[in-house]
């Protein structure tokens, strides 16, 4: 089964072997969003003496610092139609939305690091809900004009704004939009 993503960062080995084949190494393009320590330095902190141990103040600030860089998707949802249309089809704005906003932006670094096979199984989405169709529109208008890479999902043929969903971006860079909004229950 081949993979519907070409590899972006080739790596020696894959670069050698026949094109069929590259799909064969996802473990070797894989992108990780923490710089994770080597098996020997972690073997080497295990074996250092307790007046080695860190800061629990300054692991604090890193896991603080962490979270607030971690990769996440955003979707944001129209409160009226959850009130008016069945669930299943406002979840399907929502997957659409989603989906658009990845493939739209499937070259970006933060997308491909997002959607890197270590990290499929660990995702970060936040699902929102906005009043109506105008709040929806205003918000589309302000992540355009701060440049936020996103997708507007206009359900069609109707001509329906239903959702925004952004592109995987630093939660530090975009959590400012959204902090006023619920989460969408």
Not at 19 to 25: E, G, T, V
Not at 33 to 40: D, E, F, K, N, W
Not at 99 to 119: E, F, I, L, Q, S
Request: aromatic share 4%; hydrophobic share 45%.
């Amino acid at each position: 089964m081949q993979t519907l993503l070409p590899l972006r960062w080739p790596s020696p080995v894959a670069a050698a072997l026949p094109s069929a084949a590259a799909f064969l190494l996802p473990a070797l393009t894989r992108v990780s969003l923490r710089g994770t320590p080597s098996r020997a330095s972690m073997s080497a902190a295990a074996s250092a003496p307790d007046s080695a141990a860190p800061n629990p103040a300054a692991a604090g600030e890193e896991g603080a610092r962490e979270a607030a860089d971690v990769l996440v998707q955003y979707v944001v949802l129209r409160r009226d139609l959850a009130d008016a249309w069945p669930l299943g089809s406002v979840v399907a704005q929502g997957c659409h939305a989603a989906v658009a906003a990845v493939w739209a932006h499937r070259d970006h670094p933060d997308t491909a690091a997002y959607c890197a096979p270590g990290n499929l199984d660990s995702m970060h989405k936040v699902t929102l809900e906005v009043k109506g169709e105008t709040q929806l529109k205003n918000l589309a208008e302000k992540l355009e004009a701060a440049g936020v890479r996103h997708k507007l999902w206009i359900e069609q043929p109707e001509n329906i704004p239903t959702c925004i969903a952004t592109a995987p971006c630093p939660k530090s860079q975009v959590s400012s939009f959204f902090k006023k909004l619920k989460l969408c229950k």
